[in-house]
C-alpha cells in the first residue's frame, strides 16, 4: 500500500483512510514501524466515526468468537448458566486481545510491550461490549435457558452484540480521540 499520498500535506485526515479494509483495521498491514514515526498524534486530531466503529468491530469480531465458543461448549458440558456465562466472557477477551496482540506482534514489537498494548487497548471496550451484550441476553425472557438449537437464544446473543457495537463505538471514539484504547495499537503499526 503506498502511504506517500497519506503523508504529505498537513498530515491531517481520515487516519483510517490508509488502513486496509480488513475486520482488523489494517493493524500490521505496514510488516513495521518504518517511516512512519508513530501515529499516536493522529488519533488526538480527529477521530472519524469510521474509525471508531472499524475499533469497535474489531473488538466485536474476537468477543463473539470467544462468546459462541464458550456458549458451545458449556452447553456442550451441559454446564448451568453461571459457569457457561463465566467462561464465554473470559473466551470473549481472550480472543478479543489475541487479535490485538497478534496484530501488534506482527509490527515487531516484543510479546511483553505486545501484551500491554493489547490490555491497553481493548480492555474497556471489550468490558463494555460484554456488560451490554451479556445483560441483554440475561433481560431477554428465556434467552438464559434456551438452547443453542432455539432462535431465542441467537437472537438474544447477535440482538446485543448490535446493541453493544452501537454503545461501544461512541465509547472507542472517544478514547481515541484522547490517545488511548485502540490508539495506542495506531502508535505500533
Not at 518504518?34 to 466503529?53: L, Q
Not at 477477551?93 to 500491554?116: C, H, P
Not at 438464559?144 to 447477535?158: C, E, N, T, Y
Request: aromatic residues 8%; hydrophobic residues 45%.
Amino acid at each position: 500500500m503506498d502511504h506517500s499520498a497519506h503523508h504529505t500535506g498537513t498530515g491531517q485526515g481520515d487516519h483510517a483512510a490508509h488502513h486496509g479494509s480488513g475486520v482488523h483495521g489494517g493493524y500490521g498491514d505496514h510488516g513495521g514501524r518504518g517511516g512512519h514515526g508513530g501515529h499516536g498524534g493522529h488519533a488526538r486530531e480527529g477521530v472519524s466515526w469510521a474509525m471508531a466503529a472499524k475499533a469497535t468491530l474489531h473488538c466485536l469480531t474476537g468477543c463473539a468468537i470467544g462468546e459462541i465458543l464458550g456458549m458451545v461448549i458449556g452447553t456442550a458440558l451441559m454446564w448451568g448458566n453461571v459457569p457457561t456465562m463465566a467462561l464465554a466472557v473470559t473466551l470473549a477477551f481472550l480472543f478479543g486481545y489475541s487479535f490485538t496482540l497478534f496484530a501488534v506482534l506482527r509490527s515487531g514489537l516484543d510479546f511483553r510491550s505486545a501484551v500491554k498494548v493489547a490490555l491497553a487497548a481493548d480492555t474497556v471496550s471489550i468490558a463494555v461490549m460484554e456488560l451490554v451484550d451479556n445483560g441483554i441476553v440475561a433481560l431477554t425472557p428465556g434467552a438464559m435457558d434456551a438452547h443453542l438449537s432455539d432462535g431465542l437464544f441467537w437472537s438474544a446473543l447477535l440482538g446485543g452484540f448490535a446493541v453493544a457495537f452501537l454503545i461501544t463505538t461512541p465509547v472507542n471514539k472517544w478514547m481515541i480521540g484522547r490517545g488511548k484504547g485502540h490508539a495506542v495499537v495506531h502508535a505500533h503499526h
